[in-house]
């Protein structure tokens, strides 16, 4: 029923959103009764908001019915192989966007900045079903989903990335950089990746402090997250009273982990120099004032967009590195290359 449900909605273009959470046994689908873009509201309901923080939009609970599925966590696909395929032109563009971040990073102008480009792909024949069913299967660690709305286009994503979490006034979030091919054994971080991952966790500390009675700050360890490695650190919050969650999100999107440092300059760097519009990637989504699997009020579930694409007459998937004065242009295209292979196998 569930996954039949899906395919009606995506058959007659009507607004739904379904969405796991990492390590969860459960999928939890909000399929939309009316085709409004409804706006992000103080109302419960799952919410996307776009890298410029200035779209917000939600599928609220009040203009939705509610389904849960169970999800057999046996590996239902062989992974496949990656095919590191490439385009030339591109590499030199992205390298050459790189060299010039570089450049500004060695002036003082900037310590980090995050630079992301776009692949396309000529494909947009999608399986719906099929394509969740990879996604739950590949990524049981990520938060996967799939979301479509007629006024904005058919998303899909598998994030590594907590971007906050509240329950009981306590705030959860991660800071997380450094990037390297997942390998068994011991992992070793070059002091770029080391760096990188200390100037997110110092941002963020600095950007709850207002908001906070107390911090605490976990050591900084290895997390897998599919076939990549990255650098983590956990932060917990306890909340003053009555501060607002929407507020908090405006101060720390976007956090140096999809911007860079200071972010006011990165994002200039970004906007002057990317070429073009990163949309919701590298924007936040997620369950908004209620926590669909307990139905709890006044929780909030939100994660990083990353590692996703948007699918319409062709599939583009959004990828991107953080860039340090010690980074190296090719290493961090090829970068790029593997990040995109999450998504191309589930297509």
């Known amino acids: 029923m569930f996954f039949e449900k899906v395919q009606?909605?995506?058959?007659?273009?009507?607004?739904?959103?379904?969405?796991k959470k990492p390590h969860e046994s459960k999928a939890i689908g909000l399929f939309q009764k009316s085709k409004k873009l409804h706006t992000l509201a103080d109302v419960a309901g799952f919410c996307w908001v776009n890298f410029n923080n200035d779209?917000?939009?939600?599928?609220?609970?009040?203009?939705?019915?509610?389904?849960?599925?169970?999800?057999?966590?046996?590996?239902?696909?062989?992974?496949?192989?990656?095919?590191l395929v490439y385009d030339e032109k591109a590499k030199s563009s992205f390298e050459a966007i790189v060299s010039k971040a570089i450049d500004t990073i060695n002036t003082g102008t900037l310590e980090k900045?995050?630079?992301s480009r776009k692949e396309i792909l000529d494909k947009n024949d999608i399986d719906i079903v099929l394509t969740l069913q990879k996604l739950f299967s590949f990524y049981p660690d990520a938060f996967t989903y799939v979301l479509y709305h007629p006024?904005?286009?058919?998303?899909?994503?598998?994030?590594?990335?907590?971007?906050?979490?509240?329950?009981?006034?306590?705030?959860?979030?991660?800071?997380?950089?450094?990037?390297?091919?997942?390998?068994?054994?011991?992992?070793t971080w070059q002091p770029k990746e080391v760096q990188e991952q200390q100037i997110v966790t110092q941002y963020i500390e600095n950007s709850l402090k207002p908001y906070a009675k107390q911090l605490n700050i976990s050591k900084p360890f290895t997390q897998k997250?599919?076939?990549?490695?990255?650098?983590?650190t956990q932060i917990e919050c306890?909340?003053?009273?009555?501060?607002?969650?929407?507020?908090?999100?405006?101060?720390?999107?976007?956090?140096?982990?999809?911007?860079?440092?200071?972010?006011?300059?990165?994002?200039?760097?970004?906007?002057?120099?990317?070429?073009?519009?990163?949309?919701?990637?590298?924007?936040?989504?997620?369950?908004?004032k209620k926590n669909f699997y307990t139905y709890t009020e006044n929780c909030y579930d939100l994660y990083v967009n990353l590692r996703c694409a948007k699918i319409d007459e062709a599939t583009h998937i959004y990828v991107g590195c953080g860039i340090t004065k010690?980074?190296?242009?090719?290493?961090?295209?090829?970068?790029?290359?593997?990040?995109?292979?999450?998504?191309k196998k589930c297509m």
């Open 113 to 115: 900045v995050v630079l």
């Open 225 to 232: 997250a599919g076939n990549l490695a990255h650098i983590k």
């Open 238 to 288: 306890l909340l003053h009273q009555e501060v607002s969650i929407e507020n908090i999100c405006d101060t720390l999107h976007p956090t140096p982990a999809v911007c860079g440092f200071p972010k006011d300059k990165a994002k200039q760097f970004i906007l002057e120099n990317e070429g073009y519009d990163r949309a919701f990637y590298s924007g936040y989504i997620g369950e908004w």
């Open 151 to 187: 006024e904005l286009g058919f998303f899909m994503g598998a994030s590594p990335e907590q971007f906050i979490k509240v329950e009981h006034n306590t705030l959860h979030t991660v800071a997380l950089a450094g990037t390297q091919t997942y390998h068994d054994g011991i992992i």
């Open 326 to 343: 010690d980074s190296n242009p090719e290493k961090e295209f090829f970068e790029t290359i593997h990040k995109s292979q999450t998504i």
């Open 8 to 19: 009606e909605y995506f058959n007659l273009n009507k607004p739904f959103v379904v969405y």
């Open 55 to 83: 779209k917000k939009y939600c599928i609220p609970e009040t203009d939705s019915d509610i389904y849960v599925t169970q999800i057999n966590q046996d590996t239902l696909y062989v992974t496949p192989s990656a095919n």
